[in-house]
C-alpha cells in the first residue's frame, strides 16, 4: 500500500496517514531513488521530505525542519502526499541502505545542491519517526555572532543606476537571529536586547521550522506613520519586565529587515546584494511587528523626496555583506547632517534649568579603534562643543540620572574645553545630534540633541565628514 492510494486533504491540514514500517520503506521506494525537500511559503509553513521510487512515494512532514548539525535530530511524521505540491526548497538523488542491526531504522543519504550527507531515518511508533544527521554539516551551522556591516557617510552617487537605494530609517540597529522557533535581538554592538522587544517574539511563527539571521532596524511609528526616534528612546533602558510590557503597549516597535545573512545553513553574506534581497523577499515578512524596507533600483531621489525619513542608504549592486566593516558599497546620504557624539561632561544650568543639565559637552574620536592600534598610540576624544537644545525636561531629568554616577575629576577631552562650570564624566553614552556643519575648529554649528543611542560603542564614534 502506497501513500498515494488515498486520497488527500485540502491544502493546509495534513491528511492521516497509515503506519509504515523500515521495512515499508525499502520495499515501497526501492533503496534508491530522487528525494524532495519542500517548504510551505504560507501558514502554516510546513517543511516536508518526499522520497520517491521506482515502486511509490513516501511523505514525511518535518514540523521542526531539517537537521544540519552532525547528531542533530528533528521529529518526522509519515503523511499522505498533497494533492498540490508546495515549492521543492532542494531535490536530488537518494540511498536508502540497512543501518547496523537496527531494525527500526535506516541510514539515508541524500545528494542534493544544499544538502548533502548521511540521516538516519528511525521508526518509533506509529506514523512518528525521527531524523539525525550522521555527517558534519553539508552547509554552515548558524553562527552566533555576526557583526553589522557599517555604511559610510557620502553624497549621492554618481552613477546612480548601479545603486540601489532604501530608506534611512531613524531607528536602532538589530540583528534578528530565529531558530528553533525563538527570535533573539542583538544590538549594534551584539549586546542581547531580546527581552527589550517582547513584540517581536512571533515573528518565529512567521519563519517556522527555518533558521535565519535577518538585519534590519527597530523602528517606533508616530501617529502619522512616521518613524521616531524620539518615541523610540522610551523602550530604551527599561529594566523590569512589566515596565517593557506597558511600554510595548504605549510605544510599540517595528523591525524592518533590509537584509538577509544566512538562511537555512547558507551563508548569504558572499551572495550579491540582489542574490540576499531575492531571498529576503521570498520569506514573506509582513505583520504587526515586522515588514521588509522597499528598495529602488536607480531613483534615490524619489526615496530621498519621501516625507518624514532622515534620508537613504544606496547599496551597490552586486556587492557582497561585508560583517564588521564600514565599507564603501553602503552609502548613507542624510537629508539633514547628524552626527553620533560622545558624551564627556556638562555645564550646570541657570534659570529655568537650575539644578538640572545645561548644556552637554560632547566630542568624537580621533582614529578608529584600528586605526590607533597600528599607530601604536590611545585614541583621543576631541572636544566638538556644547549642545543646550533639543531636550524635554523629561529628557533632561533622565540624562541627569545616567551621567551622575559617571562623574570624574580630570576632563576625558583632549584639549581645552571653552565652558565653566563643567561637571565631566566618563565617556561611554553616546548620543546623536543634529548640525547645520562643522566650523574650522572642529566644533558642530548649531547642534540639537536627537537622543542616546545605546546600539554604538563609544569608541566606535568617530567624525563623519559627508
Do not use: C
Request: glycine share 10%; charged share 25%.
Amino acid at each position: 500500500m502506497t501513500q498515494g492510494s488515498r486520497p488527500a486533504e485540502a491544502r493546509g491540514a495534513w491528511p492521516a496517514a497509515p503506519v509504515v514500517t523500515p521495512e515499508d520503506l525499502s520495499r515501497l521506494v526501492g533503496g534508491a531513488g530522487r528525494f524532495a525537500l519542500r517548504h510551505r511559503a504560507t501558514a502554516p509553513f510546513e517543511w516536508s521530505l518526499v522520497l520517491e521510487g521506482p515502486s511509490g512515494s513516501l511523505t514525511w512532514a518535518l514540523p521542526a525542519g531539517v537537521p544540519w548539525a552532525e547528531g542533530e535530530s528533528r521529529p518526522a511524521t509519515s503523511r499522505e502526499p498533497s494533492a498540490t505540491p508546495d515549492p521543492a526548497w532542494d531535490a536530488g538523488p537518494y540511498v536508502l541502505r540497512r543501518h547496523g542491526g537496527d531494525a527500526a531504522a535506516r541510514e539515508l543519504r541524500l545528494e542534493g545542491r544544499r544538502v548533502l550527507g548521511r540521516y538516519l531515518l528511525r521508526h518509533e511508533r506509529g506514523v512518528q519517526w525521527r531524523l539525525t544527521r550522521l555527517d558534519p554539516p553539508s552547509l554552515r551551522p548558524m553562527p552566533e555572532r555576526v557583526l553589522p556591516m557599517l555604511a559610510h557617510a557620502a553624497p549621492y552617487p554618481t552613477d546612480p543606476e548601479r545603486w540601489a537605494f532604501e530608506i534611512k530609517w531613524d531607528g536602532i540597529r538589530a540583528l534578528l537571529h530565529v531558530r528553533d522557533g525563538r527570535v533573539r535581538v542583538l544590538s549594534r554592538t551584539l549586546q542581547d536586547v531580546t527581552a527589550q522587544y517582547p513584540e517581536l517574539a512571533p515573528l518565529a511563527g512567521a519563519l517556522r521550522g527555518r533558521r535565519a539571521i535577518l538585519d534590519g532596524e527597530i523602528v517606533a511609528f508616530d501617529g502619522s506613520g512616521r518613524p521616531s526616534f524620539q518615541r523610540l528612546q522610551s523602550r530604551l533602558g527599561v529594566g523590569s519586565k512589566t515596565g517593557v510590557e506597558q511600554k510595548s503597549r504605549e510605544a510599540p516597535v517595528t523591525f524592518v529587515a533590509f537584509d538577509l545573512l544566512y538562511l537555512d545553513g547558507r551563508d548569504l553574506t558572499g551572495s550579491p546584494y540582489e542574490e540576499r534581497r531575492a531571498a529576503l523577499l521570498s520569506l514573506g515578512l509582513s505583520g504587526e511587528a515586522w515588514r521588509v524596507s522597499p528598495s529602488v533600483v536607480g531613483d534615490g531621489r524619489a526615496v530621498l523626496a519621501i516625507p518624514g525619513v532622515e534620508g537613504a542608504v544606496a547599496k551597490r549592486l552586486g556587492s557582497v555583506y561585508e560583517p564588521g566593516a564600514r565599507s564603501g558599497a553602503w552609502r548613507k546620504i542624510k537629508l539633514q547632517r547628524r552626527q553620533e557624539l560622545v558624551i564627556g561632561g556638562y555645564t550646570t544650568g541657570r534659570g529655568a534649568r537650575r539644578g538640572q543639565i545645561g548644556a552637554l559637552l560632547v566630542g568624537v574620536h580621533d582614529a578608529p579603534p584600528d586605526e590607533a592600534r597600528e599607530r601604536g598610540e590611545p585614541q583621543r576624544l576631541l572636544y566638538a562643543g556644547s549642545v543646550g537644545t533639543g531636550f524635554t525636561a523629561r529628557e533632561l531629568a533622565r540624562l541627569k540620572g545616567l551621567l551622575e554616577p559617571l562623574r570624574r575629576e580630570a576632563s576625558p577631552f583632549a584639549g581645552s574645553v571653552d565652558k565653566k562650570e563643567v561637571v565631566f564624566v566618563e565617556p561611554r553614552l553616546v548620543a546623536e545630534f543634529e548640525f547645520t556643519e562643522w566650523t574650522a575648529s572642529g566644533r558642530l554649528r548649531h547642534p540639537s540633541y536627537k537622543g542616546l543611542r545605546a546600539d554604538k560603542a563609544p569608541e566606535d564614534v568617530v567624525r563623519e565628514e559627508a
